[in-house]
């Protein structure tokens, strides 16, 4: 009950919020109290006088004064600022005592006035205090503790000056039905407050999210008022308005948006809408003084009416589109457009090809199709590297077009292959001046990367209906004529004929080379050592298949190795390699192992085994000493029969390696049954790994961990870098196989290698560093307060190399600017200086490319 009435200290902060907001309402009021008091006692007082009944008055004084200080009193704890900063509940208890006291004060007063003579002034004394009774009560009402306790002051002063049961008895009745209505209506007070504070928390978290929502969202709302003119708009969508035209707010609707007429569903127009005061949805619109229109926004409102249905305007919300359109017209360019060379891609291509063959007039129906192969792009991505590469492409799409021009279209099929469909066009002296220019352009030199790149081009022709009257047939046609023209030696170009048969015989010639090369020896094994990481001692080498062909010379594996797949002849060749690995390790002077490569034709063949155990048994070489590299091609049909051979070559003692981990199908649920001793990380992993940035070593430590928890070894492959193998072994690796510690050697090396202590020196670069490209051009440098001219030898993303600088070894650490660009000063410092040359490392990283668009350089790649 104490803290219903404010009396004791209230947790909750709301209520006692509100019981001080009271007490500060009393205050404001109460000097009206303290005038209805003093005319009260100026009257009483002055009748008094009046009256001859001057020892009345002096006794009257005391009990004046007594309601005086109460009243002051009373003041203080409302109005008073000293007082206003202590805690309600203590601000509560006083007024209530004080209330008390004046209320006694104030009946002793009202008893007294019936001292006078029945008449008026008798009832003028009684009506002024009675008056100041009433004034005072309803002034603290609202403080329901100090109303109870000036009620209870009259009840003790009637008890006081009565000296009957009767009228104490009926006071005190009223008072206690007073209490009761005056806790309900403390109990509502706090009820309110607390639903009050609940709204006005939900109104705030409300605004606050729309706030949040119009901020940082990309929704915002408008309202407009019975003319359509905006009275409110999201600000982030007005200021975007204003900054092409006129506020917006105060115009209509219709003269700031203009509608999408392209978009489905517009056929009614926002003007229509607001005159027919009818709801829309998802318009799109843009700023109608956009003439860009590169903002876009989706818009919907409705009719607001009062509660007697009178229209008062619209309201409305909207979301920005912009991004949205964007990804959307992204995702359409990128369905039908190569994102590399902008060209059209390989389902556009066919889409044109197909509108193309369908809607030609009449019956006959001229079109043709060119299918275009890059000679020798493979090197140029395999010397330079895929962004060399991708560069590469980029100019040749141009100067197809450039070429093709609006005879025709041009599209990038895939990788280094290209479409050109010319429609309406089948004269075939046309098509060869057309496919003659096409690869003299594209056979010109490229400047890439810093260097220097040829490359040629083969075209296949096809014309329909001649050779195909669908886009299948036509496609599959021109696919054949490049074959022949890859068979004829590359950089020309061929028709489609019946009898075009120059592809396959080109193959067919391969295949029948490998049967020769088989049959006369021409294949031979060189064997690459695979060196433990923790000793450098050798501890076994892989067989690598080699072919030196008497008219191509070395045949790359990459090239023969498909073609002898698709032939059948790979089983064979297998069995040689193997038969022959197990041979000339078997005379080797250590026991270290071999390893061969199985394809997995050879592995899904259930003779296999028996081949294995036949191989180790001629040439009398332990199981243990035999390793079986296999790729994750097998597992591309997991079935019984693979955990069979599994089990079945595990039997037979052989060792199992994973080779190019990572590299293949992706899916590693064959680790869970297939029994490897080893798994091989392929290099493209490695390549590269010790540079900074670079994130091939967390791959590599992911697969050193996985390998260690199933109890397995690895391999790295394609070191060729010192501080790679300083990398591979702190991130675990068991072994390393790459040029660091030498290329593949013939068996005779082999023994004479293991001949010694059977271990092997690193060779090679000792620091991975980033690509160097060769440059001969002058610079301005600046060290400190001086200024010269050097000359740039070399540079690459992290520093240059540069000579003509007279300054000692002592300079190592001094912090120079250079002049990489005409006018542009870049930051580095001087890492070493010898000789009239000095080393600088850059700052910051810097992109090489810029470097093609300064006139005047001569550049070239670091060999």
């Known amino acids: 009950m104490a803290r219903l009435l404010g009396l004791r200290h209230e947790i909750a902060e709301e209520v006692a919020h509100a019981h001080a907001l009271r007490l500060d309402t009393a205050g404001g009021i109460w000097p009206f109290a303290m005038a209805a008091q003093a005319i009260a006692c100026v009257v009483l007082v002055g009748s008094a006088i009046a009256g001859g009944m001057g020892g009345f008055a002096g006794a009257m004084a005391i009990h004046i004064g007594f309601l005086v200080a109460l009243s002051g009193t009373a003041y203080g704890f409302l109005v008073l600022p000293a007082a206003r900063h202590w805690p309600a509940h203590d601000r509560t208890r006083g007024l209530a005592l004080c209330a008390t006291g004046i209320a006694a004060a104030l009946l002793s007063l009202l008893w007294a006035s019936t001292r006078f003579a029945m008449g008026p002034t008798q009832l003028g004394c009684f009506v002024a205090v009675a008056g100041a009774i009433g004034i005072t009560s309803l002034t603290i009402h609202q403080v329901r503790a100090a109303t109870l306790g000036f009620a209870l002051g009259l009840v003790i002063m009637l008890a006081i000056l009565s000296n009957g049961w009767l009228p104490t008895s009926i006071a005190l009745f009223f008072f206690l039905g007073l209490a009761v209505a005056t806790l309900r209506l403390a109990r509502h007070d706090i009820g309110a407050v607390m639903i009050r504070n609940r709204e006005t928390s939900d109104g705030k978290l409300a605004a606050k999210m729309i706030a949040e929502f119009e901020g940082q969202g990309t929704g915002w709302f408008w309202e407009a008022d019975?003319?359509?003119?905006?009275?409110?708009?999201?600000?982030?969508?007005?200021?975007?308005?204003?900054?092409?035209?006129?506020?917006?707010?105060?115009?209509?609707?219709?003269?700031?948006?203009?509608?999408?007429?392209?978009?489905?569903?517009?056929?009614?127009?926002?003007?229509?809408?607001?005159?027919?005061?009818?709801s829309f949805h998802d318009y799109s619109v843009c700023a109608a003084c956009d003439v860009d229109t590169e903002r876009w926004w989706s818009i919907s409102g409705r009719p607001v009416v009062d509660d007697l249905g009178r229209f008062q305007g619209f309201i409305g919300s909207g979301t920005d589109l912009t991004e949205k359109r964007k990804s959307e017209a992204e995702i359409t360019r990128l369905a039908l457009f190569d994102s590399l060379t902008g060209l059209a891609n390989r389902q556009?291509?066919?889409?044109?090809?197909?509108?193309?063959?369908?809607?030609?007039?009449?019956?006959?129906?001229?079109?043709?199709?060119?299918?275009?192969?890059?000679?020798?792009?493979?090197?140029?991505?395999?010397?330079?590297?895929?962004?060399?590469?991708?560069?590469?492409?980029?100019?040749?799409?141009?100067?197809?077009?450039?070429?093709?021009?609006?005879?025709?279209?041009?599209?990038?099929?895939?990788?280094?292959?290209?479409?050109?469909?010319?429609?309406?066009?089948?004269?075939?002296?046309?098509?060869?001046?057309?496919a003659r220019d096409l690869i003299a352009a594209l056979s010109q030199p490229y400047f890439v990367s810093g260097a220097s790149v040829s490359i040629g081009c083969s075209i296949g022709i096809a014309i329909a209906p001649r050779h195909g009257e669908d886009a299948e047939t036509l496609i599959r046609n021109a696919d054949l004529a490049l074959y022949a023209a890859k068979?004829?030696?590359?950089?020309?170009?061929?028709?489609?004929?019946?009898?075009?048969?120059?592809?396959?015989?080109?193959?067919?010639?391969?295949?029948?080379?490998?049967?020769t090369a088989l049959a006369d020896g021409s294949f031979h094994l060189v064997y690459q050592p695979v060196v433990s990481t923790r000793d450098t001692e050798i501890v076994g080498y892989e067989a690598l298949l080699r072919w030196d062909h008497p008219t191509r010379?070395?045949?790359?594996?990459?090239d023969f190795i498909p073609v002898a797949e698709e032939c059948g002849?790979?089983?064979?060749?297998?069995?040689?390699?193997?038969?022959?690995?197990?041979?000339?390790?078997?005379?080797?002077?250590?026991?270290?192992?071999?390893?061969?490569?199985?394809?997995?034709?050879?592995?899904?063949?259930?003779?296999?085994?028996?081949?294995?155990?036949?191989?180790?048994?001629?040439?009398?070489?332990?199981?243990?000493?035999?390793?079986?590299?296999?790729?994750?091609?097998?597992?591309?049909?997991?079935?019984?029969?693979?955990?069979?051979?599994?089990?079945?070559?595990?039997?037979?003692?052989?060792?199992?390696?994973?080779?190019?981990?990572?590299?293949?199908?992706?899916?590693?649920?064959?680790?869970?049954?297939?029994?490897?001793?080893k798994i091989k990380i392929d290099q493209s992993f490695v390549r590269g790994a010790a540079q900074p940035g670079n994130r091939n070593a967390a791959i590599i430590k992911a697969i050193v961990t996985l390998a260690d928890t199933l109890d397995m070894e690895t391999t790295a492959e394609?070191?060729?870098?010192?501080?790679?193998?300083?990398?591979?072994?702190?991130?675990?690796?068991?072994?390393?196989?790459?040029?660091?510690?030498?290329?593949?050697?013939?068996?005779?090396?082999?023994?004479?290698?293991?001949?010694?202590?059977?271990?092997?020196?690193?060779?090679?670069?000792?620091?991975?560093?980033?690509?160097?490209?060769?440059?001969?051009?002058?610079?301005?440098?600046?060290?400190?307060?001086?200024?010269?001219?050097?000359?740039?030898?070399?540079?690459?993303?992290?520093?240059?190399?540069?000579?003509?600088?007279?300054?000692?070894?002592?300079?190592?650490?001094?912090?120079?600017?250079?002049?990489?660009?005409?006018?542009?000063?870049?930051?580095?410092?001087?890492?070493?200086?010898?000789?009239?040359?000095?080393?600088?490392?850059?700052?910051?990283?810097?992109?090489?490319?810029?470097?093609?668009?300064?006139?005047?350089r001569i550049m070239r790649r670091a060999s």
């Open 226 to 278: 019975r003319q359509g003119r905006l009275t409110y708009l999201s600000a982030k969508v007005a200021a975007e308005l204003a900054q092409t035209g006129p506020h917006p707010l105060g115009r209509t609707i219709t003269d700031i948006f203009r509608m999408d007429s392209a978009a489905p569903g517009t056929e009614r127009t926002l003007a229509f809408h607001m005159s027919s005061r009818t």
């Open 348 to 434: 556009r291509m066919r889409i044109s090809l197909d509108k193309t063959l369908l809607h030609q007039v009449g019956p006959y129906r001229p079109a043709s199709l060119f299918l275009l192969d890059l000679d020798r792009f493979k090197a140029v991505n395999d010397t330079l590297g895929h962004q060399a590469g991708d560069a590469l492409l980029k100019q040749v799409a141009q100067r197809l077009q450039r070429g093709v021009g609006e005879t025709g279209l041009v599209g990038r099929i895939g990788g280094d292959e290209f479409q050109v469909l010319l429609p309406g066009i089948d004269a075939r002296d046309t098509l060869s001046t057309l």
């Open 487 to 515: 068979a004829e030696g590359r950089g020309v170009h061929c028709f489609f004929s019946d009898e075009m048969l120059a592809g396959a015989k080109s193959r067919k010639q391969l295949e029948d080379d490998i049967r």
């Open 553 to 558: 010379g070395p045949v790359s594996p990459s």
């Open 569 to 677: 002849m790979i089983e064979a060749l297998g069995e040689w390699a193997l038969r022959t690995a197990c041979h000339e390790a078997a005379s080797w002077p250590r026991a270290v192992r071999v390893a061969v490569n199985v394809s997995p034709i050879q592995f899904a063949n259930p003779a296999l085994p028996a081949l294995v155990t036949s191989a180790l048994a001629s040439a009398g070489l332990p199981p243990r000493r035999l390793e079986l590299e296999i790729t994750e091609g097998v597992f591309l049909d997991e079935t019984q029969s693979s955990d069979a051979m599994f089990k079945a070559l595990k039997g037979i003692g052989v060792r199992l390696a994973l080779d190019d981990f990572g590299t293949g199908y992706s899916s590693l649920g064959y680790l869970r049954t297939a029994p490897f001793d």
């Open 718 to 856: 394609g070191v060729e870098i010192q501080d790679e193998i300083d990398l591979v072994r702190a991130l675990g690796c068991s072994h390393i196989q790459g040029f660091v510690y030498g290329r593949g050697i013939r068996a005779d090396a082999v023994a004479a290698q293991l001949g010694g202590d059977g271990t092997v020196a690193a060779t090679g670069h000792k620091i991975s560093r980033a690509p160097r490209t060769k440059m001969l051009r002058s610079a301005r440098i600046t060290i400190g307060d001086a200024e010269g001219d050097v000359r740039i030898r070399d540079i690459s993303a992290t520093g240059a190399m540069i000579d003509g600088i007279a300054i000692d070894g002592n300079a190592a650490g001094l912090d120079v600017q250079i002049e990489l660009l005409e006018n542009q000063m870049f930051s580095a410092r001087i890492a070493w200086a010898a000789g009239g040359r000095a080393g600088l490392e850059f700052a910051e990283g810097f992109n090489l490319e810029r470097l093609n668009q300064q006139p005047g």
